[in-house]
Every structure is written in C-alpha cells, then in structure tokens.
C-alpha cells in the first residue's frame, strides 16, 4: 500500500531510542521517512532529519507520535494545523486510554485518521518488527502500511484507548511481578538465601501453564485473609532487614480488600 506517485512518506515524531530504531527500520524498508526532534541525539545514521516539525508533518501520508505520553498532548495540538483529509495520525506513547481519547478528539476536526498504537514489548532490539496492538478509525489502514514492514499487529478495537487498556491491563501484572520479584530478591539478598529463591521463581515460571493461573486467583480469593496476615509478617521481615517493604505492603492491603469484600457478601447473604 503505498501512492501512486511514490513511496509513503511517514513523519516520525520523537527520536528517542524507540523512535530512531523504528524511523531507521521504515527508511530501511522503502518509506519517505521525516524525522524530528527538538533535541537530536544518540544514533541518527540513516534517518532523514526534517529541518523543522512541520517540515515532518506537512502533506505526510502518516504521523507516528513516539515520545513521551506527557508531551503527547503537545504534540497533537502542534500537528494538528498541518493534518489532511486521508492521512494518518497515530499515537505509539504508553498512555491511559482518557489520554488517548482526547488525542483522537484533538486529531478529528483535520480529518485525518486516528490511531491509539500500543508497543506489546521492548522496542529494542526488533524496531518497526515490535508486536503492536491497534485501535481506532484508522487501525485498518495502518495495520496495512505496517504489515508491509514486518510489524506483527493486531486490530482490537474501533476506538480509541482499547489497545492501551489492554497493554496497561498487561503491564499491571507484568511490571506489578517484576516489582514484586525484584523486592522479593532483595529481602532474599539481605536475608543470605537469594540462590536458592532465584532457583524456586525460576522453576515457578517455567512449569506456569493455564491451571497455575486458576490455583493463583482461586487461591487468593479463598484464602485471603489467612494470606493477609502472612504478608504482614513478611513486612516485618523486609522491615528488620531494611529492605523497602513497598511490594509488600500493597499486598497486604489488596488481601485485606479482597477478604473485606468477601465478608460483606457474606452477611448480605445471611440477613
């Protein structure tokens, strides 16, 4: 998919370490690629810079927004004068799905199409080849346009904000483990049985399949309380090791959520 008088031409907006791999990889693979950033650095070989934002913008096909979701806002309002009828403007930030709503609601008077655009996993070292949800008015047209550079994507939704609801609802557990694991590391570190727990999570990971994630969430649920008071002394532990308990006090106030809600179901049911 491309127009007929030429390759697509895609502005990239943020030359970050995600950003520069994937204007790299869409200027490897044929596309008139605009590259901008206020603040140029690290590897920019094989990037056309633009000269200036609009430079990038102006009359592109597409508009990938790479930067922080922070200056996301900022970034749509700027582009916005310089948007078409018929092109593409897509937003790849980790952002909430409000966020990405109102950046839709931002990009929609120009005519352009909107993209909520959530990256599954690390930019580095896969580029433009980085699994991607999509959603949103122009999901179909740039999964299009990405298929034909590698990209593995999926279309999960119409509107904007349901592909970030599923990267965030993914990185709740995700980034949530990874604290949890990191913190549980450090109290093994401090306690001096570190190799021996980094041996029993490992086993754990490798032998998970779909039965140890219904024993996980049955047995929460079931054994909430009991559990509530093990994690406060698990906090005691970290706390006589001087190891933050950061982890592992919102554990405890999770259980403690969970068995309250368990009770209040339960007399409701009695009366």
Same mark, same amino acid.
């Given at each position: 998919?491309?127009?007929? $008088? /030429?390759?697509?031409? =895609?502005?990239?907006?943020?030359? @970050?370490?995600?950003?520069?791999?994937?204007?790299?990889?869409?200027?490897?693979? /044929?596309?008139?690629?605009? @590259?901008?950033?206020?603040?140029?650095?690290?590897?920019l070989a094989g990037i056309p810079i633009a000269s200036s934002f609009a430079e990038a913008v102006r009359g592109a096909d597409v508009v990938l927004?790479? $930067?922080? &979701?922070?200056? %996301?806002?900022?970034?749509a309002r700027e582009a916005f004068p310089l948007l078409r009828p018929g092109c593409i403007y897509a937003d790849l930030n980790t952002a909430g799905p409000s966020l990405k709503q109102e950046l839709a609601a931002i990009v929609a008077p120009s005519g352009a199409a909107f993209v909520d655009v959530a990256m599954m996993t690390p930019v580095p070292p896969l580029g433009v080849r980085v699994p991607m949800f999509? %959603?949103?008015?122009?999901?179909? &047209?740039? &999964? @299009?346009?990405?298929?034909? *550079?590698?990209?593995?994507?999926?279309?999960?939704?119409?509107?904007?904000?349901?592909?970030?609801?599923?990267?965030?609802?993914?990185?709740? *557990?995700?980034?949530?483990?990874? !604290? !949890? =694991?990191?913190? !549980?590391?450090?109290? &093994?570190?401090? !306690?001096?049985?570190?190799?021996?727990?980094? /041996?029993?999570?490992?086993?754990?990971?490798?032998t998970a399949d779909a039965s140890t994630l219904t024993r996980v969430v049955d047995g929460t649920h079931k054994h909430a309380k009991r559990r509530a008071h093990e994690m406060r002394d698990a906090v005691e532990l970290l706390d006589e090791l001087g190891v933050p308990a950061t982890i592992t006090r919102a554990t405890v106030e999770s259980l403690e959520r969970i068995a309250a809600g368990q009770a209040s179901a339960s007399s409701s049911i009695s009366r």
């Amino acid at each position: 998919m491309q127009p007929d $008088n /030429g390759p697509i031409s =895609i502005a990239v907006l943020g030359l @970050g370490e995600a950003g520069s791999l994937i204007a790299r990889d869409l200027a490897r693979g /044929g596309a008139a690629v605009r @590259g901008w950033d206020p603040d140029l650095h690290g590897d920019l070989a094989g990037i056309p810079i633009a000269s200036s934002f609009a430079e990038a913008v102006r009359g592109a096909d597409v508009v990938l927004s790479v $930067n922080w &979701a922070i200056a %996301a806002l900022d970034v749509a309002r700027e582009a916005f004068p310089l948007l078409r009828p018929g092109c593409i403007y897509a937003d790849l930030n980790t952002a909430g799905p409000s966020l990405k709503q109102e950046l839709a609601a931002i990009v929609a008077p120009s005519g352009a199409a909107f993209v909520d655009v959530a990256m599954m996993t690390p930019v580095p070292p896969l580029g433009v080849r980085v699994p991607m949800f999509l %959603a949103g008015d122009g999901a179909v &047209a740039l &999964a @299009g346009i990405l298929r034909l *550079f590698g990209t593995p994507l999926e279309i999960v939704g119409s509107q904007p904000g349901e592909a970030a609801a599923r990267k965030l609802t993914r990185s709740v *557990f995700y980034k949530g483990m990874s !604290a !949890a =694991i990191c913190e !549980a590391l450090e109290a &093994a570190r401090a !306690a001096g049985v570190e190799d021996w727990l980094r /041996g029993d999570i490992t086993r754990t990971l490798a032998t998970a399949d779909a039965s140890t994630l219904t024993r996980v969430v049955d047995g929460t649920h079931k054994h909430a309380k009991r559990r509530a008071h093990e994690m406060r002394d698990a906090v005691e532990l970290l706390d006589e090791l001087g190891v933050p308990a950061t982890i592992t006090r919102a554990t405890v106030e999770s259980l403690e959520r969970i068995a309250a809600g368990q009770a209040s179901a339960s007399s409701s049911i009695s009366r």
